[in-house]
């Protein structure tokens, strides 16, 4: 049974840093893509960084958000990480880790992605 369970979210001000992981098992991890999305209140799931399988681990971003998340993965521990810096209110939202078994894929939809966390939330007090 695979399990994506995210963690590290909580109440925060303006301008903190704060950092999310997500531990899989139940599958390959090493072999999947994996990414964080995030949903606001009455907004569509938005993808915010992922990683897929390639030599380098290399992450890739969602073209409409600010330099101010890092994401990377730890293929020894199964575990996904994302750090957001200097946080805004507008990041204010449950963020969800997702996997896809195409471990070549940079896709930011989330309809390709095969199983999914139950989130965790963050809220960004001003």
């Known amino acids: 049974q695979v399990q994506l369970v995210e963690s590290g979210g909580g109440l925060v001000q303006t301008g903190d840093s704060l950092g999310l992981s997500c531990a899989a098992s139940?599958?390959?991890?090493?072999?999947?893509?994996v990414s964080w999305f995030r949903q606001a209140p009455g907004k569509e799931r938005e993808f915010v960084a992922g990683?897929?399988?390639?030599?380098?681990?290399?992450?890739f971003y969602s073209d409409y958000l600010e330099d101010r998340f890092s994401t990377f993965r730890d293929d020894d521990k199964n575990i996904l990480y994302l750090r957001i810096d200097s946080l805004k209110p507008g990041d204010t939202a449950v963020y969800f880790c997702?996997?896809?078994?195409?471990?070549?894929?940079?896709?930011?939809?989330?309809?390709?992605?095969?199983?999914w966390g139950q989130g965790t939330q963050v809220t960004v007090s001003s």
């Open positions: 139940g599958l390959t991890f090493k072999t999947y893509t």
């Open positions: 997702a996997a896809d078994d195409d471990g070549g894929s940079q896709s930011r939809h989330a309809a390709d992605y095969d199983y």
């Open positions: 990683v897929n399988t390639w030599r380098r681990r290399s992450a």
